[in-house]
Nanobody
């Protein structure tokens, strides 16, 4: 059974940084597509950044130059390094893994950026 558990969210002032982690069990991030998404209150879930199965990365325009997606060498953890945070980055952040043709989601971690 594939499970994803996010951590690292919290309250931070505008301009600050956070690093989110997503730990996987029952699968691996190696050679699999994965990504980070977010959902703010009253809004649809949106892509923040993703990695292809070959390691290529893609970022939403609103985070380019501020966020970095990566994973550990073992393929067990996906990261999202967030810097220069803005109040509009406030949302629940979710990680996603595509494994054997199916998408798996974590439960989300809250990020709140105060002005």
């Amino acid at each position: 059974q594939v499970q994803l558990v996010e951590s690292g969210g919290g309250l931070v002032q505008a301009g600050g940084s956070l690093r989110l982690s997503c730990a996987v069990s029952g699968s691996t991030f190696s050679s699999r597509a994965s990504g980070w998404y977010r959902q703010a209150p009253g809004k649809q879930r949106e892509l923040v950044a993703d990695r292809s199965s070959r390691g290529g990365t893609n970022y939403a325009d609103f985070v380019k130059g501020r966020f970095t997606i990566s994973r550990d060498n073992a393929g067990n953890t996906l990261y999202l390094q967030m810097s220069s945070l803005k109040p509009e980055d406030t949302a629940v952040y979710y990680c996603k893994l595509n494994s054997n043709g199916r998408d798996y989601w974590g439960q989300g971690t809250q990020v709140t950026v105060s002005s």
